[in-house]
């Protein structure tokens, strides 16, 4: 008894232990073995075209019935040695391609899957209070803006916190090139940096500017004094302040203030900011001739102009600014417009 327990063992470990290359190779020796024990015992109608046909179905013990031994020696053949083989390497087929899919799907929500990105949005940093909330409300926008896909790059003992939603790496640090590699940080669009702690944001930040400076780079920093820090080193970063001071300030001097902004940058109720770049190739024109037929054709209100492209747009502009291909207008609306008819704005200016 002991002696077949301790076989059991050994096979076990053998056949879990066991290449994919090893079990092709078995499935060969299987399939040879088979035709010519079948062509030795005059099987001829088996071991015809339709061999590999009748093979599977038998060794899988699906048994059709349309194809079946007729000699006394192919009856012995398959009842003793192609079932009972045959059956036992389709078990460990699908076992193992069972747990293959299941170790793929295990890497994804452990961080540890190579990725195939481009033009996504890259979040770095976990942060317990901002972070969940952030990823839904970016897959919200994502969905409505190209769907463009998200990946979660974190360095905290954690599994992805939305499986299925949006793409998930864990690295050793936020410094890591191989985490980061996997996260195909060259290859994102938009970058959100918004660690634990300031000193970690300030580091990732650095380390992400030096490896894609083309991208839309966004941290967010408790301190200012490290944001304009980091302004000095990588001018097109865009730092993100902390304003729960002034949220406070504006709301006791002018009640509702709050509800008001946080109407403003919720994307799934109410009226929303959304930003648009002037297409190439439109005449300049003025504010007024943007205002106006935003206005009236799509219920929308621009509230600033980036008329520089430096990042800092000018809020509540002169009805004479002149507007050229290439800036960023702000606008308020329901939903972000994604057909606006520049040619039909134009011809009213």
């Not at 009842?79 to 391609?97: E, M, N, S």
């Not at 295990?106 to 990105?117: H, Y």
């Not at 200012?224 to 729960?244: A, D, G, R, W």
Request: hydrophobic share 40%; with cysteine; proline share 4%.
């Amino acid at each position: 008894m002991q002696v077949f327990k301790s076989l059991r063992k050994l096979l076990n470990r053998h056949f879990k232990n066991m290449k994919w290359q090893a079990v092709l190779a078995l499935l060969l020796l299987y399939g040879l073995s088979s035709w010519l024990f079948l062509e030795w015992a005059g099987e001829s109608n088996l071991t015809g075209s339709d061999y590999i046909y009748w093979l599977i179905v038998t060794a899988s013990t699906v048994g059709y019935g349309d194809l079946s031994p007729e000699t006394a020696t192919g009856k012995a053949l398959v009842a003793f040695y192609i079932i009972p083989f045959g059956l036992g390497l389709f078990a460990l087929v699908v076992g193992k391609f069972a747990a293959f899919s299941a170790f793929q799907w295990r890497k994804g929500v452990m961080g540890l899957k190579e990725l195939n990105l481009s033009n996504h949005i890259v979040v770095v940093g976990w942060n317990e209070v901002r972070t969940l909330p952030l990823l839904k409300l970016l897959q919200t926008e994502a969905k409505n803006n190209l769907n463009r896909e998200i990946c979660l790059c974190v360095a905290d003992e954690m599994e992805n916190p939305m499986p299925g939603h949006i793409e998930f790496v864990r690295t050793v640090s936020l410094n890591d090139d191989e985490g980061l590699n996997r996260a195909n940080i060259e290859d994102a669009s938009t970058i959100i940096i918004d660690c634990a702690h300031d000193d970690q944001t300030l580091s990732a930040a650095l380390n992400i500017y030096n490896r894609n400076p083309q991208a839309h780079i966004i941290t967010y920093f408790r301190d200012e004094s490290l944001s304009n820090l980091l302004k000095q080193h990588c001018p097109t970063i865009e730092c993100t302040p902390s304003v729960s001071t002034e949220m406070l300030v504006k709301s006791a001097m002018d009640p509702g203030s709050s509800i008001l902004h946080h109407e403003l940058l919720n994307t799934t109720t109410g009226m929303t900011q959304f930003s648009v770049v002037v297409p190439e190739g439109l005449p300049e024109m003025s504010v007024r001739d943007l205002y106006v037929p935003l206005k009236e054709n799509y219920g929308a209100t621009l509230i600033a102009v980036d008329l520089d492209n430096d990042g800092k747009p000018e809020v509540n502009p002169s009805l004479d600014k002149r507007v050229r291909s290439g800036c960023t207008i702000y606008y308020i609306a329901q939903s972000r417009l994604k057909a606006l008819d520049w040619a039909a704005i134009t011809q009213l200016s």
